[in-house]
T-cell receptor, first 110, second 113 residues
């Protein structure tokens, strides 16, 4: 079966660091996405990990361990605008459907 | 470059009525996907077009849903007749063939009363 787990909600303080974890079990694995989604808007692409390791992109970093079926999204120097849902998603095969987790709603406190 | 657009942004209809959702992918993207998110659940795949051909429609809930992509450009998703459980947000995504990243539209929020 296909299963992607991530925490439902998290709260962090402006200026701090937060790590959102994701574990997955899928029938295939081509890569893992993180999308950000503000309420009522389109999911926007944040990162895509194909190989193990950490990829850094500004304040956001994403880590993947294929052997453990595990990924995390690290957000540094949190800003109020980072309040959103963060979706962990797996692409089992190229040119195929994406399998999504339920998303983690991140609340940023001033 | 214009992103994926969807119309309408919101639709409220009564049970038994028909609704047609439209998606305009990014120009030149051969892959077009429809997804749906119902309340409290994850985004789930509905179907996948490559150009005008249906590549995978395994996620379509039942035969009340009909998707088309005539000419391989925009796509429509018709729900006829609509039922209460069809309420949710319908997303469209597109990507160039042979690439991985899918770009999402803002979604159509469908409410069936």
């Amino acid at each position: 079966g296909q299963n992607i787990d991530q925490p439902t909600e998290m709260t962090a303080t402006e200026g701090a660091i937060v790590q959102i974890n994701c574990t997955y079990q899928t029938s295939g694995f081509n890569g893992l996405f993180w999308y950000q989604q503000h309420a009522g808007e389109a999911p926007t692409f944040l990162s895509y990990n194909v190989l193990d390791g950490l990829e850094e992109k500004g304040r956001f970093s994403s880590f993947l361990s294929r052997s453990k079926g595990y990924s995390y999204l690290l957000l540094k120097e949190l800003q109020m605008k980072d309040s959103a849902s963060y979706l962990c998603a797996v692409l089992p095969n190229r040119d195929d459907k994406i399998i999504f987790g339920k998303g983690t709603r991140l609340h940023i406190l001033p | 470059e214009a992103g994926v657009t969807q119309f309408p942004s919101h639709s409220v209809i009564e049970k038994g009525q028909t609704v047609t959702l439209r998606c305009d992918p990014i120009s030149g993207h051969d892959n077009l996907y429809w997804y749906r998110r119902v309340m409290g659940k994850e985004i789930k795949f509905l179907l996948h077009f490559v150009k005008e051909s249906k590549q995978d429609e395994s996620g379509m809930p039942n035969n009340r849903f009909l998707a088309e992509r005539t000419g391989g450009t925009y796509s429509t998703l018709k729900v006829q007749p609509a039922e209460l459980e069809d309420s949710g947000v319908y997303f469209c995504a597109s990507s160039p063939f042979g690439t991985d990243t899918q770009y999402f539209g803002p979604g159509t929020r469908l409410t069936v009363l």
